[in-house]
Antibody, heavy 119, light 110 residues
Framework: EVQLVESGGGLVKPGGSLRLSCAAS????????MNWVRQAPGKGLEWVGR??????????DYAAPVKGRFIISRDDSKNTLYLQMNSLKIEDTAVYYC??????????WGQGTLVTVSS | EIVLTQSPGTLSLSPGERATLSCRAS???????LAWYQQKPDQAPRLLIS???SRANGIPDRFSGSGSGTDFTLTISRLEPEDFAVYYC???????????FGQGTTLEIK
């Protein structure tokens, strides 16, 4: 059974940093492109960014609102995906989901972790 | 940048009725990159349809997707109580790579 478990969310002040983790199991993580999606309270889904497999170059792509502030990485030895969030803004407040990414679609999702940016 | 517009914003129907949800793109998109997701309150989204018309594993056959170009449709043939949720369409475009979601359609019990 595929499982994705996010952790690391919490309350942080504007300008602060936070690192989210996503522990994966039930599939071959090293072969999976991975993704972060967020959802502000009461709002819709917003793509944050993706990371390819090492065999596909391991490159990352980001949505415009987070580019230059957020960094996605992966540790294939630990089956874990990360989202380093820097220079956080109030508008970054959201539930952050990790998901698998295959053929343009997000097949499996974690349960999400809440990040609140507030003074 | 491609914008996905879903309609209606809210759809009120009764169990057993047919639901038709629309997703319109601001410019033509590849059918292979169009997906639909279902999200229930306090749950993560769930993939329903990929490639505009292929049901994901375990998705009942009352869910179907269709369309091409700029107009895509998710149809639920006979609503079950568990189908009342929010539905999102999503597409991928390159240059630069980005994934875009529609704003969602809320399917509520009438």
């Amino acid at each position: 059974e595929v499982q994705l478990v996010e952790s690391g969310g919490g309350l942080v002040k504007p300008g602060g940093s936070l690192r989210l983790s996503c522990a994966a199991s039930g599939f071959i993580f090293i072969n999976a492109w991975m993704n972060w999606v967020r959802q502000a309270p009461g709002k819709g889904l917003e793509w944050v960014g993706r990371i390819k497999t090492r065999s596909d170059g391991g490159t990352t792509d980001y949505a415009a609102p987070v580019k230059g502030r957020f960094i996605i990485s992966r540790d294939d030895s630990k089956n874990t995906l990360y989202l380093q969030m820097n220079s956080l803004k109030i508008e970054d407040t959201a539930v952050y989901y990790c998901s698998t990414l295959s053929d343009y679609t997000m097949g499996y999702w974690g349960q999400g972790t809440l990040v609140t940016v507030s003074s | 940048e491609i914008v996905l517009t879903q309609s209606p914003g809210t759809l009120s129907l009764s169990p057993g009725e047919r639901a038709t949800l629309s997703c319109r793109a601001s410019q033509s998109v590849s059918s292979s990159s169009l997906a639909w997701y279902q999200q229930k309150p306090d749950q993560a989204p769930r993939l329903l349809i990929s490639g505009a018309s292929s049901r994901a594993n375990g998705i009942p056959d009352r869910f179907s997707g269709s369309g091409s170009g700029t107009d895509f449709t998710l149809t639920i043939s006979r609503l079950e109580p568990e189908d009342f949720a929010v539905y999102y369409c999503q597409q991928f475009s390159n240059s630069p790579p980005r994934y875009t979601f529609g704003q969602g359609t809320t399917l509520e019990i009438k």
